[in-house]
């Protein structure tokens, strides 16, 4: 089935620090959403990037789609504790359904 | 924002037994509704594609006469899983995507399943 790989597994940093998680598939995506998941709840939807080289700002997260569209990066800038979760990529190749990528948990030291 | 419900929210069953799993979305009509299994600390795998009127699709390695799939009604979405061993312990989550722009995917709260 399709694939889209994600990195880092895991991320540790203190409070203030920057963060980015980085996906990636090897075939061209039709687009890609992005998802948070909180520790015992259920992944909520964050955005979507559709056109290649796409940049969409939400507050301190910054969220990128590859000129090629088979990668995508989710940057957070100063991060809260409020931010603790796990962000997950979902790609989407084609008809209307999303593989998700393994997810990144951050992790934020107060 | 939408609303997507899932009952039950736990369940614990004997092995050899069958578990109904439903999803509803409350204030939206879904055609499609997508099932995931998520093991713990682990990414979501798709297992079906969910469509109302129609068969289920089942993604490669999904055993459909395990996971028995009903999309009923413009607004449910049901799951048996048939026969249950531990093995199929796991988190039942679905969710349905609300047409429009960002085709976004509003995820139900998600079941555990436990088979003893």
């Known amino acids: 089935g399709q694939q889209v790989m994600q990195i880092p597994q895991y991320q540790h940093v203190q409070e203030g620090e920057d963060f980015t998680t980085y996906c990636n598939s090897s075939t061209t995506l039709s687009n890609i959403q992005w998802y948070k998941q909180r520790p015992g709840g259920h992944p909520v939807f964050l955005i979507q990037?559709?056109?290649?080289?796409e940049v969409k700002k939400q507050k301190r997260l910054t969220f990128q789609f590859g000129e090629a569209k088979k990668n995508s990066s989710l940057h957070i800038t100063a991060t809260q504790t409020t931010d603790v979760g796990t962000y997950f990529c979902?790609?989407?190749?084609?008809?209307?359904?999303?593989?998700f990528g393994s997810g990144t948990k951050l992790n934020v030291k107060p | 924002g939408a609303v997507v419900s899932q009952h039950p929210s736990w369940v614990i069953c004997k092995s050899g037994t069958s578990v109904k799993i439903e999803c509803r979305s409350l204030d939206f009509q879904a055609t499609t509704m997508f099932w995931y299994r998520q093991f713990p600390k682990q990414s979501l795998m798709l297992m079906a594609t969910s469509n109302e009127g129609s068969k289920a699709t089942y993604e490669q390695g999904v055993e459909k006469d395990k996971f028995l799939i009903n999309h009923a009604s413009l607004t449910l979405s049901t799951l048996t899983v048939t026969s249950a061993h531990p093995e199929d312990s796991s988190f039942y989550i679905c969710s349905a995507p609300r047409s429009g722009i960002a085709y976004e995917q509003y995820f139900g709260p998600g079941t555990r399943l436990t088979v003893t």
């Open positions: 990037l559709v056109k290649s080289g």
């Open positions: 979902a790609g989407r190749y084609n008809f209307n359904k999303f593989y």
